[in-house]
Every structure is written in C-alpha cells, then in structure tokens.
C-alpha cells in the first residue's frame, strides 16, 4: 500500500501537465520528500522491460502534437514556396539515407515544385527557342517522357525540370545546361560539307590527342585514370566517357570495302553525324569500289531497276496522266533515284542488304511499266519497232530483252543487235545526211 500511494502521488505530480501548476505550492515539497525517501527500482541491464511492473509506462503525453510534421510546408506564393522547397531539401539531407521519411520527403518536396511551377509569374517563363553555337532549341513540353542531359549526363526529370532539344541534330540538355554548351551543331557541318570519312578506323594513337577528349580536351587514359578512354569506330579518335556513351552506328567505310553492316561503337558526335547522313546520297560506289558490283547482286539488280526509271523519267514528264497521278512522287523518299543511277546512300545499302530496297523498288518498276505499256494511249504511241528485223511487237527501252544505241537511243531487240559490229541503222542514215548536208559544191565546168 506504501508502494503505491507513493506511484499515484509521483504520476499525479510528473505525468499530468494540466494540474502541474496546481500541485507546485501544495505537494513540491512531499514530492521530495518522497523521492529523496524511496527511488523506483531499476531494470537490471538485460531485462525485457515488461517483466518489471514498477517501470513507468511511457504515455506518449511528453511528445509535442501540435508540431509541424517533417517536411509537412503550407505556402500558398512563389516566395513561401521556394523558402518550403529549400527547407524540404534540408530535411532530406539531414535524415537517414533510404529511410521512408527521406521517400515521403522526396515526394513532398517533388509536389512542391510541381506547386511552385503552377503558381510561378508568366513573365519569368524561359523562351520557348533558343539559338546557340548554330543550335536551334525548342522547349518541350512532354513532362512524361524521361531522357538524359547530353551535356552533364544526367537524367532529365520532365515533371520538374526544364529541358530543350535542337531541332537540327536531336540535342538534349536541361535549361541549366543551355549556356554550358560548347558542341557547335552537327547539322552545320551536314549542311556545309556532307561527306563520309572512308577510311576504316583511322586511329592516330592516345599522344595525338595529347591523351585528351577528341571533343571536350578532358584528360583520358587507357587505364581509366582520370577517365576511361573510349574509341570511336567511325573518325578512331578517343573520348571521355562524357563523350562516348558506346553509342551503336553503322559505319560507312565498312559499309563500301566490306560489305559489313554490324554496328560498332561511336561517339554522341558521330552518331548525330552518322544519323542525319543516313539518307544523303554521297556515295559514288562506282569510284569507290567498283568490284563492290562483282562481289553483291542484289547491287547489279538495284543497278538496273534504277536504270531503267530513269528511262522511263522521260514518259512521264510528257504524259498528263501521269503527272496528274504524281507517278515520280512514289520515290520522293529516294529523289535521287530519278535524277541518276550512281549516287547511293548508306539507307540505300542497308535496305538494300536486307532486301527491303529491291521489292519496293521492283513493285515501283512494274507500276511504272504498266503505265506506259498497257494503262496510257500515248505513252504507247512512243514505242518502238526494230529497224534491224522490223518483225514483233513494240519495243520500250526499259524492256529486259532490248538494247538502246548509246548514239541516238534507238531501241532494238538484244538478239539483232548483239553483233558490236552492226551498225545503228538511225546513226548511218544520220551520218550520210550529215555528209550530203556538208559535202562541198565541185568546180563549174561552164564557167
């Protein structure tokens, strides 16, 4: 009984914050008297704490409820919200790494700036394009779509952040990054000089480079100290991993000497180059490795197809129904197919080696044939019939089994004239007139 009169008088005394007041006259002197008179036992060290009764349970009444919770921040202006967001990224610093209060902070302090962007002045907005070092940057928009900064090579955070690519070369980076940019734009360089390097991997070695970045002149190594050195497969100089992402691309040089299409590791630079290059028509194989044709026959066929549209290019500028039906227009992806048969782009030989090129352009081929021999009056009009044996039907200079005089493209059947000693019959009689025309007058035997 001792015992617990002494428990209730030191609970009534150090527990109930509301009659503390009360009892500091009346009972502070017997509240020491009884604790000078008789201490609470103590747990001895080891013991679960519920095995002792005489323990003061903890209430809970000690903690502070009306406190602010972390990272809990009211703000209803920009000011208040920025000072909330700075104080948000203060708590997530002082707390435990990977703990829940640091996630819920995180979140909290993410729903802040998502706040502070609705809430932010128009006029502070940043320009929706931008023009530097020959980069045209265009603000996006899309706040779902997660990319990476190509200039600190960090992941750009589209619900948050600010973030613009060049509408010439693709180049992405955050706004904060904008003004640390120092890559002109490869587009430039396509506009100004379009050409590949041809030569496999022209690697010069690390002390060419001063064992510095190709790009940035940040020091490199093989070893990785200060930083990983990394090849380029198309220009063979080195990068710094800021630089050299191991991009895949396909190489051109490779492409034309080895028929080899396997992607190898190229740098951010030129890869971009690599990309917009991909369908300009600047290879001019027959110069470049003219035994390419011998070796590739999907290439002699490519050839020929192209061969015979440019014959066919004639009709149609010629022919209202095909202009009205816009029949080029089937290859305005490839232009350069009506304007030559020489110039190929590296799209044209990959297509073309995974057989993509030679149906669409063989589907191409028939449609256009089929417009000038069976669908158009007029474009069969302008036929032609054999000179050499004036027998069968009529001849068009894209048939398989004609030929055409180089001379005065006049069109035969193979069999007639595969004799290189017959004479084009149109040439003779061009020829003879030519003669009669410049033949000079003999001497007036009257005079």
């Known amino acids: 009984m001792e015992y617990d009169e002494k428990l209730a008088r030191f609970r009534q005394v150090h527990l109930n914050p509301f009659n503390k007041q009360q009892h500091e006259q009346g ?11 008789a201490r609470l036992p103590e747990l001895p060290p080891g013991e679960p704490e519920s095995r002792c009764p005489e323990r003061v349970m903890d209430l809970g009444l000690s903690e502070d409820h009306f406190a602010r919770p972390v990272g809990l921040f009211l703000a209803s202006d920009v000011q208040q919200l920025r000072q909330a967001i700075q104080e948000c990224k203060q708590v997530i610093l002082d707390l435990p790494e990977h703990s829940e209060k640091q996630k819920d902070a995180v979140v909290r302090l993410i729903h802040l700036r998502l706040k502070l962007q609705e809430l932010k002045d128009p006029n ?7 023009v530097l070092l020959e980069h045209r940057f265009y603000k996006e928009k899309s706040k779902s779509v997660k990319q990476t900064c190509d200039k600190c090579n960090t992941v750009i955070w589209g619900l948050i952040q600010t973030w613009y690519t060049c509408t010439g070369c693709y180049y992405r980076c ?13 587009r430039s360089k396509v506009s100004h000089q379009a050409e590949y390097e041809l030569n ?85 194989l027959r110069e470049i490795n003219p035994l390419l044709f011998n070796y590739v026959e999907e290439l002699v066929e490519i050839r020929k197809l192209r061969q015979d549209i440019l014959l066919m290019k004639p009709y149609f500028i010629t022919c209202r129904e095909a202009m009205a039906a816009r029949l080029l227009l089937q290859l305005q992806d490839r232009q350069h197919f009506v304007e030559n048969d020489e110039m190929y782009s590296v799209q044209d030989l990959l297509d073309t080696h995974t057989g993509r090129l030679g149906c669409s352009l063989a589907e191409t081929h028939t449609l256009f044939a089929k417009h000038i021999k069976l669908d158009c009056e007029r474009c069969q009009a302008k036929g032609f019939v054999c000179e050499l044996c004036r027998e069968g039907d009529v001849l068009f200079p894209f048939d398989s089994h004609t030929s055409v005089c180089a001379d005065c493209s006049a069109v035969f059947h193979r069999d007639c004239y595969y004799d290189n000693s017959t004479t084009c019959p149109r040439c003779a009689r061009l020829t003879l007139r030519k003669q009669s025309l410049f033949q000079e007058p003999g001497p007036d035997l009257d005079a």
């Open 27 to 37: 009972a502070g002197e017997e509240a020491l008297d009884i604790t000078s008179q």
């Open 124 to 130: 502070e907005d940043e320009p929706n394009i931008r």
């Open 174 to 186: 955050h706004s904060k990054c904008l003004n640390l940019i120092s890559k002109p734009c490869v």
């Open 200 to 284: 496999i991997c022209p690697e010069a070695g690390l002390d060419s480079q001063d064992y510095r970045c190709a790009e940035c002149r940040a020091p490199i190594s093989l070893r990785g100290v200060p930083s990983e050195a990394r090849q380029c497969d198309y220009t063979g100089q080195y990068y710094c991993s800021h630089c050299h992402w191991n991009d895949l691309a396909v190489i051109p040089a490779r492409v034309v000497h080895n028929w080899d299409f396997e992607p190898r590791k190229v740098s951010r630079g030129s890869m971009r180059y690599l990309a917009l290059m991909m369908s300009r028509p600047v290879l001019r």
